[in-house]
């Protein structure tokens, strides 16, 4: 079974600095795609970034990027120039690609507090 | 317009109460889900549909019950509400084949307190 794992609970950064959230995964699984999350206090889950395990570049979303090691089977997130509005919790995830599964798997997430 | 919607926002009520929290998505997605998460901000999967049909079922109580009338609704209704309910849950849907493959989109959460 894959598992997804977020083993910093809390980060803090200052603002405008750079802060990179980590995660790893498990599984025998070949091809998939790993998302990262934001939930800030309102509550609402925005994804902020996807990317598929098939593809060897890292995927960018403006200040948002990821650091994908598919032999490693690690996932981070860097934000850079962090912003007040940054501070949320971040969930990393996973989801299979095989034909029939649904699932996706979340890790526990990750406090980021921005420090002005 | 909001793709996925989630009613009620806020839901309190007591003890051994049966309530309900409807979704609906306006995406055209074909698979939809409820998540649980809980005061540690844990997310758990409780169930799944795709095209109505029911294709994850975690264990969950059996007070329960979720239910698909078409692929752009889906409801869950919990029996005898317990204190240890108190949660926030969401309603998420996906659709594969397409650019966004695989990306879940989140309504915005219930939050239940049981009293």
């Known amino acids: 079974a894959q598992t997804v794992t977020q083993s910093q609970p809390e980060m803090s950064v200052q603002e405008a600095e750079t802060v990179t959230l980590s995660c790893t995964y498990d599984?025998?699984?070949?091809?998939?795609?790993l998302f990262w999350y934001k939930q800030p206090p309102s509550r609402q889950m925005i994804l902020v970034i996807r990317?598929?395990?098939?593809?060897?570049q890292n995927a960018t979303e403006n200040r948002f990027s990821v650091n994908f090691q598919k032999a490693a089977k690690s996932f981070s997130l860097k934000i850079s120039d962090s912003q007040l509005g940054d501070a949320a919790m971040y969930f990393c995830?996973?989801?299979?690609?095989?034909?029939?599964?649904?699932?996706?798997?979340f890790g526990t997430g990750t406090r980021l507090k921005v420090l002005a | 317009d909001t793709a996925v919607s989630q009613t009620p926002k806020y839901l309190v009520t007591q003890m051994g109460n049966d309530k309900s929290i409807k979704c609906e998505q306006n995406?055209?997605?074909?698979?939809m889900y409820w998540y649980k998460q809980d005061s540690k901000k844990f997310l758990k999967i409780m169930f799944s549909?795709?095209?109505?049909?029911?294709?994850i079922n975690e264990t969950v109580p059996n007070r329960f019950s979720p239910k698909s009338p078409d692929k752009a609704h889906l409801n869950l209704h919990i029996n005898s509400l317990e204190l240890g309910d108190s949660a926030v849950y969401f309603c998420?849907?996906?659709?594969?084949?397409?650019?966004?493959?695989?990306?879940?989109?989140f309504g915005p959460g219930t939050r239940l307190t049981v009293t």
């Open positions: 998420a849907s996906s659709q594969r084949g397409t650019d966004s493959a695989y990306e879940q989109y």
């Open positions: 599984t025998s699984e070949s091809d998939y795609y």
């Open positions: 990317q598929e395990a098939y593809k060897q």
């Open positions: 995830a996973y989801r299979s690609t095989t034909s029939g599964t649904y699932k996706y798997i």
């Open positions: 995406l055209g997605h074909d698979t």
């Open positions: 549909y795709n095209n109505k049909e029911l294709i």
